[in-house]
């Protein structure tokens, strides 16, 4: 949460942002009926893959993409949010005090994939054991909303009594927060905030979540095989409180990592729809086959303003030499001729998608902070006044580390951005691309001039991007 | 033969522990760390250091990771959270095994068949024919193969499944494309063998003994030209049975291949551990088997005489 205060102060220059194609199923191909066509007979399935295995299912371990997706499906936390709005979940009514500090949820019947009831105890429990120091969390910090909940995970307190959430009855949970948090209410249909029984848990030990048989489920699906790197199966579980409004009886999900395997299965009809690999976009959009939609992925410049060295430091510390940078970026061309997979060029920080207080953060507030396309002239006004400020011309302008992932996209990536600073700034940029975890590392190390970043959005609110 | 197999034993052991503990040093000298991720705290890493006794001096790592292993404990995964690295190659290898295997009959006995018909007929037209397979075989890389006939029989003719491990009609591609350079390496390997050898003096003195050329052929002949193949099947079983990368992740197999790679890219310390382990016992022990099958195959090195 505080990490933006660290020693480097971190000047965003939103890149782009990803759209994630997707195939749906080629109705027109004639004798490829797979079942799962909207019949009123046989059971509705719904099958395709994911990049991965999840690392973890526990609910209070788990932090990737996958595992967040699977756990809206089995699993559920006091609300849900749909389209922006939240609705009930497993908490039937709240009621938030004057204050904005203390949330009263009333859970509604629900039960266990063991037909035991949900009860406000399992919350309780499951937020004090994200929080515990022993349990090893990662995304302890989502229980830090929580009063005493970031001094316990820091081990300031060790009383977990002391955390301000605590069940009243079985039905009642009493939550106080540290500070308001008008986003509260909806981040606690985040996975690290979802219940887990203290029975069950414990039984199972170190092996909670390992396997499919050693996971309870309270969503409206259960996963009924888990084959580990190669398939999860789902099926609706028969003790959800809503399976009315639930139309599929099962999901069938193929874990394959290869893009083009999964584009070939697809197409063999082994799959009902999938994400396109870059390649492949303008084919399925030109035949409109094509279905776009936003993953909330977005990619950016993060500056180290004090630099790898003070030399550097000097000129990416200056604001208008950074400014110089951003126009001199051509979103819209790199979206069109680097990424080609549809994705939207990025004006802003924090995308326009998200929700704000009231109404769309967009419109909340409308700002196109950087121009779709370069503006060279711009880019040169911005530089000759930083250069002026620094008092220093052109040709002393040290070369400038460009700090990448070690993926063949990430080269063709830096070259085109490098390219861009070269013409339309006349400053050199040297790539240097290192593995995921050593460009992590070296992000937080400060060792680095310019890096190339990356975020996906855990919940709804500005701050997921913000708290970077 | 008892005082020769108690040796390799220990030398076998000595060397997975010297394997064990370079590998131990090494992964720990790349940059990073386990739990590196955007939004980690120092306190909440350090829970997690403390959690998987990170945070311990080195030395002290080193004997518990040691103490444990001898007890067969490999511990938990850095990445997996939740399963230990013994459940996890026990529920990857089966599959990579499996095609291994599947790979290795296919490989050597077409490749042998292959090597034998070149010999016999040797700058006739079965030779150029085999050894043009073979060429092919060695130079093109399985995953132009792989995804060659992957789209071929799977996409374009729909004649077999695309990918994923469930039924014999799934395992017949991942078996071809990753045995195709096997099957190449050993064919010219034993055509060349099967060539050296007919020009030696007991061929000769077969022949002049009145074998029938079948007799010469397949006792004197190919059971000495055999012993090259022999050397080299020791490591391709390991690497085989162990798992591929490329053919598994064309394939979407749930095999051991994928571990090797994404355990170091995440710094997964036990992972590393526990696969290099596996795999380095796994070869040690191929290699015993291949020094014990020269002795079944030619009494000139039979070992303890």
Request: with cysteine.
């Amino acid at each position: 949460m505080k990490r933006s205060l660290t020693l480097v102060l971190v000047m965003l220059l939103a890149l782009s942002l990803v759209l994630t194609a997707c195939g749906p199923k080629a109705s027109q191909e004639p004798g490829t009926s797979t079942g799962d066509e909207t019949t009123s007979q046989g059971p509705k399935v719904l099958r395709f893959a994911i990049g991965s295995e999840p690392p973890a299912l526990d609910q209070q371990i788990a932090t990737d993409t996958y595992a967040i997706m699977l756990g809206n499906h089995l699993y559920e936390g006091l609300v849900r949010v749909q389209d922006g709005k939240v609705v009930p979940g497993m908490a039937e009514s709240w009621e938030i005090s004057e204050d904005g500090l203390t949330y009263t949820f009333h859970l509604r019947d629900a039960k266990w994939s063991d037909g035991q009831p949900v009860k406000a105890q399992d919350f309780e429990y499951a937020i004090k054991r994200l929080l515990n120091p022993a349990t090893a969390s990662e995304y302890a910090f989502q229980g830090y909303y929580i009063e005493n909940g970031e001094a316990y995970n820091k081990n300031k307190i060790t009383d977990p009594d002391q955390v301000g959430i605590k069940a009243l009855d079985d039905k009642t949970l009493e939550i106080k927060l540290a500070v308001p948090t008008k986003y509260f209410l909806a981040l606690t249909n985040f996975i690290s905030l979802f219940p887990v029984r203290q029975d069950f848990v414990e039984a199972q030990g170190t092996a909670y979540a390992a396997e499919a048989d050693k996971i309870l489920y309270n969503g409206p699906f259960i996963m009924t095989e888990w084959k580990h790197e190669e398939s999860l199966t789902l099926e609706k579980n028969p003790n959800y409180w809503n399976k009315d409004a639930i139309k599929i009886d099962r999901v069938e999900i193929a874990i394959v990592t290869d893009s083009n395997t999964a584009m070939g299965m697809y197409e063999a009809g082994d799959l009902d729809f999938v994400g396109l690999p870059a390649a492949r976009v303008q084919e399925f959009v030109d035949n409109g086959q094509a279905k776009f939609y936003y993953d909330g992925s977005e990619f950016y410049f993060q500056f180290n303003v004090k630099g790898r060295n003070p030399e550097v430091g000097k000129f990416i510390g200056n604001a208008n030499f950074r400014k110089a940078f951003a126009y001199a970026i051509d979103r819209q061309n790199y979206v069109d001729a680097v990424l080609k997979n549809g994705s939207d060029p990025a004006t802003r920080y924090v995308l326009p998608l998200l929700s704000g207080v009231n109404d769309l953060f967009a419109n909340e507030y409308p700002l196109e902070f950087y121009p779709k396309n370069a503006d060279p002239a711009k880019a040169k006004e911005y530089l000759d006044k930083a250069l002026a400020e620094i008092g220093t011309t052109i040709d002393k302008v040290p070369a400038i580390e460009y700090l990448t992932d070690d993926s063949d996209s990430a080269r063709i990536s830096a070259e085109a951005i490098q390219d861009m600073i070269a013409k339309n700034l006349g400053i050199k940029l040297e790539v240097k691309q290192v593995p995921f975890k050593q460009r992590l590392e070296l992000m937080n190390k400060g060792e680095y001039d310019l890096v190339f970043a990356g975020w996906g959005p855990d919940y709804d609110d500005p701050m997921t991007y913000l708290d970077l | 033969m008892v005082r020769y197999i108690g040796k390799r034993f220990v030398i076998s052991l000595i060397t997975i522990w010297i394997l064990a503990t370079l590998t131990f040093f090494l992964i720990r000298l790349l940059p990073g760390d386990p739990f590196t991720s955007e939004k980690i705290t120092p306190e909440i890493k350090a829970n997690m250091m403390k959690y998987y006794g990170l945070d311990k001096p080195l030395p002290v790592q080193y004997a518990t990771y040691m103490g444990n292993l001898l007890k067969g404990d490999m511990g938990y995964s850095l990445r997996y959270k939740n399963r230990e690295v013994n459940n996890i190659i026990a529920d990857a290898f089966p599959a990579s095994a499996d095609l291994g295997l599947r790979s290795l009959v296919f490989s050597v006995i077409l490749g042998l068949i292959l090597g034998i018909v070149a010999a016999l007929n040797h700058n006739k037209f079965w030779d150029y024919a085999c050894m043009v397979i073979a060429v092919i075989g060695v130079s093109v890389p399985s995953f132009v193969v792989g995804s060659l006939i992957q789209y071929l029989f799977g996409i374009k003719w729909k004649l077999l499944p695309v990918a994923q491990w469930k039924s014999f009609a799934h395992t017949i591609m991942p078996t071809f494309a990753l045995g195709l350079g096997t099957l190449a390496l050993i064919a010219r390997l034993m055509r060349t063998s099967m060539l050296e050898v007919v020009g030696q003096d007991y061929i000769k003195t077969a022949k002049a003994k009145g074998l029938s050329p079948a007799q010469v052929t397949i006792k004197h002949q190919i059971r000495n030209a055999i012993l090259p193949v022999v050397t080299v099947l020791g490591p391709l079983v390991a690497s085989l049975l162990t798992g591929t990368f490329v053919i598994e992740q064309i394939f979407a197999i749930p095999g051991l291949g994928r571990h090797y790679v994404v355990s170091i890219q995440n710094l997964d310390y036990t992972m590393v551990m526990g696969l290099t382990i596996f795999f380095g016992a796994f070869l040690v022990l191929m290699n015993f088997l291949v020094d014990i099958a020269y002795g079944l195959v030619d009494p000139r090195i039979r070992v303890g005489k």
